[in-house]
């Protein structure tokens, strides 16, 4: 069974970009490759539900690369339960009903080619307790 960080971690990879905890550092010139995936991590204690921040980072002149994965990522949360398994529970990852799924979000950056989606899910957690 996978602690918290290894869980979530390992489903954000899945969707064949590499994905970062958002509160990695990254030295200057060791900073990742577009197009890339952060995500809040939920690895404090949940005893109830909560929503997490999930960006999706392109370097693009065009949105259709991003919102095509973002649709994606929705479509997969919408067909599967997504739960993950983790020491002494489980997480489950869903699609809020109260916030938009997924939005354009300003990157911070004066390079107008950098883009970020911004993605809100809910995490409920569920323990063996």
Same mark, same amino acid.
């Given at each position: 069974? @996978?602690?918290?960080?290894?869980? *979530?971690? !390992?489903?954000?990879?899945?969707?064949? +970009?590499?994905?970062?905890?958002?509160?990695?550092?990254?030295?200057?010139?060791?900073?990742?490759?577009?197009?890339?995936?952060?995500y809040e991590s939920?690895?404090?204690?949940?005893?109830?539900?909560?929503?997490?921040?999930?960006?999706?980072?392109?370097?693009?002149? @065009?949105?259709?690369?991003?919102? *095509?994965? !973002?649709?994606?990522?929705?479509?997969? +949360?919408?067909?599967?339960?997504?739960?993950?398994?983790?020491?002494?529970?489980?997480?489950?990852?869903?699609?809020?009903?109260?916030?938009p799924f997924a939005?354009?979000?300003?990157?911070?950056?004066?390079?107008?080619?950098?883009?970020?989606?911004?993605?809100?899910?809910?995490?409920?957690?569920?323990?063996?307790?």
């Open positions: 069974m @996978a602690d918290k960080w290894q869980a *979530q971690d !390992a489903f954000w990879n899945s969707f064949g +970009m590499l994905a970062f905890d958002d509160q990695m550092v990254f030295t200057e010139g060791n900073e990742p490759q577009y197009p890339y995936i952060t939920f690895g404090g204690v949940m005893d109830q539900g909560t929503t997490l921040s999930v960006n999706l980072w392109y370097e693009s002149t @065009a949105m259709n690369a991003m919102k *095509q994965k !973002a649709d994606e990522i929705l479509q997969y +949360m919408k067909t599967h339960k997504t739960i993950l398994a983790i020491d002494g529970g489980y997480v489950w990852l869903k699609v809020s009903e109260t916030v939005r354009p979000f300003p990157t911070g950056s004066d390079d107008k080619n950098k883009k970020r989606i911004l993605i809100q899910v809910e995490a409920e957690c569920l323990t063996n307790a």
